[in-house]
């Protein structure tokens, strides 16, 4: 029987803090949400692994340290409102709930946007509010947000998403092609958008209207 506590403690020091994550709110947030209970009951034992895990549908839960850069990278703020896009598991949601005041998010497949309702709400994740539909297009009727976090890789930045966000937020989003995408943040600032690129990834598709279509073929 596998200490999944113990298993996470040590998860976040051999792969978030050793890799230079120093946020100590997201730390505190890695170390406080149990990753095992949002994957099957037959991969719990692999939960706090080095790697992303199936969900079904064709979706992952992204690896923890993906989780933990990408969260560190919106600099979040306790009264912060965050829009996520790809509600996949919950993971990632029940992290950023866990910082700031309400996170708001998006899932197309409704059966696993169901499932990961079902679970934060067992665990007692009660600053959410989800929508399905096509997270490319963002969540204009709750906008504007201080964050904005893409769990799926785009061709592009999104205008869309970027016109979404207040003014100094950030949006962290996977861009580049269907194989290899570079982690990029935009902040919103009043004389332009500022764009960094920071550590390459590999995320599943951004499908929707500004992100990949069901009918792209692959290259």
């Not at 790697?51 to 989780?67: A, C, D, H, K, R």
């Not at 696993?112 to 399905?132: H, M, P, Q, W």
């Not at 990029?184 to 995320?203: I, P």
Request: include cysteine; charge should be negative.
């Amino acid at each position: 029987m596998i200490d999944y506590e113990s298993a996470r403690k040590i998860m976040v020091q051999n792969q978030i803090i050793a890799r230079g994550v120093r946020d100590k709110h997201v730390i505190s947030a890695m170390e406080s949400v149990p990753r095992h209970l949002f994957v099957e009951e037959s991969l719990q034992d692999e939960a706090y692994d080095d790697n992303p895990l199936p969900i079904g549908e064709g979706q992952t839960i992204s690896q923890p340290f993906m989780v933990a850069i990408m969260t560190e990278l919106l600099d979040l703020k306790d009264t912060d409102r965050v829009l996520e896009i790809g509600t996949g598991s919950g993971y990632q949601a029940a992290v950023l709930s866990r910082l700031c005041a309400w996170v708001y998010s998006v899932e197309r497949v409704p059966a696993l946007a169901e499932r990961a309702k079902k679970t934060l709400v067992t665990c007692g994740y009660d600053n959410l509010s989800f929508k399905i539909g096509d997270g490319s297009q963002g969540w204009p009727e709750e906008a504007p947000f201080d964050g904005i976090i893409v769990t799926a890789g785009s061709p592009r930045i999104p205008g869309v998403l970027v016109d979404q966000l207040a003014e100094d937020g950030k949006l962290v989003i996977p861009v580049g092609n269907r194989f290899s995408q570079t982690l990029k943040r935009v902040t919103k600032e009043r004389n332009g958008n500022k764009v960094q690129s920071f550590t390459g990834c590999r995320f599943v598709d951004l499908i929707g209207e500004h992100g990949w279509s069901d009918s792209d073929r692959y290259w």
